[in-house]
């Protein structure tokens, strides 16, 4: 089974800083997905950045880049020139990819982030 | 415009009552999920399903059932064997395979 662990409950940034959140996770599969989905205070889950792990280079959308260290298995988000409106739950979450067991996500427990003008 | 309804937004239960909370999308999606989320916790799987008349369960299925009778429906009944059922329930739709998950916007199941 997998597991995903975020070791930081809650973290602070000040506008216009740069912030990282932490995400390891735990499996013996060798292939699968890394994602990083942002939940603001509307509840609506939204997609903010994937890692294919068979890809060696870090993902990027914009603000928003990964490291990935997949000796490591170490996913953390980088969000760089926050924005008050970055403020939300942040969840990393994994994926295998199964024929018959369809494309379930496994979620670590949060990051609430918390951007300050 | 595509994309994944829940309702109701809030939802009230009396103990030992099952209720239902409806999933639709327009996606054309195969498969479609149920997550649970409570308070400072993340999301897990209650079923999915990637087909019509076909579903199976995820790690907390038990106090839950459900339906796929077509390809854009998908849903969940909390039976009054679900012993903690007051949470916030995300329903999630994606295509087979290696795909991004599209979320609905969640109930609030609270029991009074």
């Known amino acids: 089974a997998q597991t995903v662990t975020q070791s930081q409950p809650e973290m602070s940034v000040q506008e216009a800083e740069t912030v990282t959140l932490s995400c390891t996770y735990d499996t013996s599969e060798s292939n699968y997905y890394l994602f990083w989905y942002k939940q603001p205070p509307s509840r609506q889950m939204i997609l903010v950045i994937r890692?294919?792990?068979?890809?060696?280079q870090n993902a990027t959308e914009n603000r928003f880049s990964v490291n990935f260290q997949k000796a490591a298995k170490s996913f953390s988000l980088k969000i760089s020139d926050s924005q008050l409106g970055d403020t939300a739950m942040y969840f990393c979450a994994f994926m295998t990819p199964h024929n018959n067991a369809g494309n379930m996500l496994t979620f670590g427990g949060g990051t609430r982030l918390m951007v300050k003008p | 415009d595509g994309g994944i309804t829940q309702s109701p937004k809030y939802l009230f239960r009396k103990e030992g009552q099952n209720v239902t909370l409806s999933c639709e999308q327009n996606?054309?999606?195969?498969?479609m999920y149920w997550y649970r989320q409570d308070p400072g916790q993340g999301l897990r799987l209650i079923y999915y399903?990637?087909?019509?008349?076909?579903?199976q369960k995820g790690d907390i299925a038990e106090g839950y059932s459900v339906s796929r009778e077509k390809k854009e429906s998908f849903p969940l009944t909390v039976t009054s064997a679900q012993k903690n059922p007051t949470a916030f329930y995300l329903c999630a739709s994606s295509r087979l395979l290696n795909t991004e998950a599209f979320f609905g916007q969640g109930t609030r199941l609270t029991v009074v």
């Open positions: 399903s990637q087909i019509v008349n076909d579903f």
């Open positions: 890692q294919e792990a068979y890809k060696q």
């Open positions: 996606l054309n999606h195969d498969a």
